[in-house]
């Protein structure tokens, strides 16, 4: 029995997916070359195919061009794009939703699950919030985008976002964290504040993880695979009834 052409095209993309995560997971770094030969497949089966009807294909890009439109704005890091882009190329056709678009809603579940986690957290702990002096910035958002670390358990930890600045009149208070940021570089500011008495290694800063999106993409593609189309069809209606 001939492979269906979903399942053809998401054989390189699931292979390259599975690269990408050991990259992001290990050195949070992935080349834009991994990219190249799965998005070179699948486009070319999908056009000798015949596969790219034009409605179909631009709602399938869509969410890969709203994350391509975050990454030229450094709200994300340029692989997850890149990865989308991949994954629309390779699926143009659906039933009921874009495989693209599914992805996307469910690889958003983890950071959206820690910023619940934080809210909570730093609503328990709200006096040490309160305590914090932020000379530049607010520390509201904080409430949402990050929990509080000791200086000593900061500088063991690896790729955390560094939220509040040590600065000699107070902290520099930011929850725009930089995708080519340099993690060593802010942990030397920190010892560098330690050493001149700013702040001791007793001392709270708050941090948010570099999270491994291309994980959370990989597994929410894996799951959109798996969703019947028919099953959302159903599912829709029954709600329209």
Same mark, same amino acid.
Request: net charge negative.
């Given at each position: 029995m001939p492979l269906s052409? $979903?399942?053809?095209t998401a054989i390189p993309v699931a292979a390259t997916l599975t690269y990408a995560t050991? &990259?992001?997971? =290990?050195? @949070?770094?992935?080349?834009? +070359?991994?990219?190249?030969?799965?998005?070179?497949?699948? !486009?070319?089966?999908?056009v000798y195919l015949g596969r790219y009807e034009p409605i179909h294909t631009i709602f399938s890009f869509l969410p890969a061009i709203a994350l391509l439109a975050m990454a030229f704005l450094d709200l994300? *890091?340029? %692989?997850?794009?890149?990865?989308? +882009?991949?994954? %629309? %190329? %390779?699926?143009?056709?659906?039933?009921?939703?874009? !495989?693209?678009?599914l992805t996307v809603a469910l690889s958003v579940i983890p950071p959206l699950a820690l910023i619940i986690y934080y809210l909570v957290l730093n609503l328990v702990h709200k006096e040490e919030l309160d305590r914090l002096g932020c000379v530049e910035g607010? =520390? =509201?958002?904080?409430?949402?985008? *990050? &929990?509080?670390?000791?200086?000593?358990?900061?500088?063991k930890s690896k790729y955390?976002?560094?939220? /509040?600045?040590? /600065?000699? @009149?107070?902290? &520099?208070?930011?929850?725009?964290?930089?995708? $080519?940021? $340099?993690?060593?570089?802010?942990? &030397?500011?920190?010892?560098?504040a330690v050493r001149k008495g700013i702040i001791s290694e007793d001392s709270l800063v708050w941090v948010s993880p570099a999270l491994p999106h291309i994980a959370f993409i990989f597994v929410g593609y894996i799951i959109s695979l798996l969703i019947p189309q028919d099953f959302l069809l159903t599912l829709f209606l029954r709600r329209g009834q």
């Open positions: 052409p $979903d399942i053809v050991y &990259r992001d997971l =290990k050195y @949070r770094d992935i080349p834009e +070359l991994t990219w190249v030969p799965a998005a070179v497949f699948v !486009i070319a089966y999908n994300i *890091g340029g %692989a997850d794009a890149l990865a989308m +882009l991949l994954i %629309a %190329a %390779a699926h143009p056709s659906f039933l009921v939703l874009p !495989i693209s678009l607010s =520390k =509201k958002p904080l409430l949402f985008m *990050g &929990r509080p670390l000791s200086v000593s358990d900061y500088l955390l976002f560094l939220l /509040t600045v040590p /600065t000699e @009149r107070g902290f &520099r208070c930011s929850v725009s964290a930089d995708v $080519d940021i $340099d993690f060593e570089q802010e942990k &030397r500011i920190v010892m560098d």
